[in-house]
């Protein structure tokens, strides 16, 4: 277990498996939050702070809390740019605006053609 959101000389001994804190201490900007991690995520955590990648439990948390928020919000404008894309080719159909699918898979396999061409 790792008690997270406490920066304290204490919370780092928490962090490497040494001390469990069993006061809450009074925490600025945040809330306490106990979590149970499996033991290859709080080996991989321990490493972190051993190898001096990150200095707390804390920061390695909240680099991983980033990346997650990162990805969610790439994730989110990859679906938003989607459901434009099926609204704007929906459009086009109902506006007669398609190209036949034989067409299409033709100029597909010329492209192929040609690039295996360039390659060789």
Excluded: C, W
Excluded at 38 to 48: D, H, L, N, T
Excluded at 70 to 83: K, P, S, V
């Amino acid at each position: 277990m790792i008690i997270v959101s406490d920066t304290s000389p204490i919370s780092n001994l928490a962090a490497i498996g040494q001390l469990q804190l069993l006061q809450p201490q009074p925490i600025t900007g945040g809330h306490r939050m106990s979590i149970y991690l499996k033991p290859e995520q709080e080996k991989f955590i321990q490493e972190q702070i051993k190898n001096g990648n990150y200095n707390t439990a804390d920061e390695v948390i909240a680099e991983a809390f980033r990346v997650l928020e990162e990805r969610d919000a790439i994730n989110r404008r990859r679906l938003e740019e989607l459901q434009h894309k099926i609204a704007s080719g929906t459009e086009q159909i109902a506006q007669g605006q398609v190209t036949d699918g034989e067409v299409v898979f033709a100029r597909l396999q010329e492209k192929i053609r040609l690039i295996s061409e360039f390659k060789a």
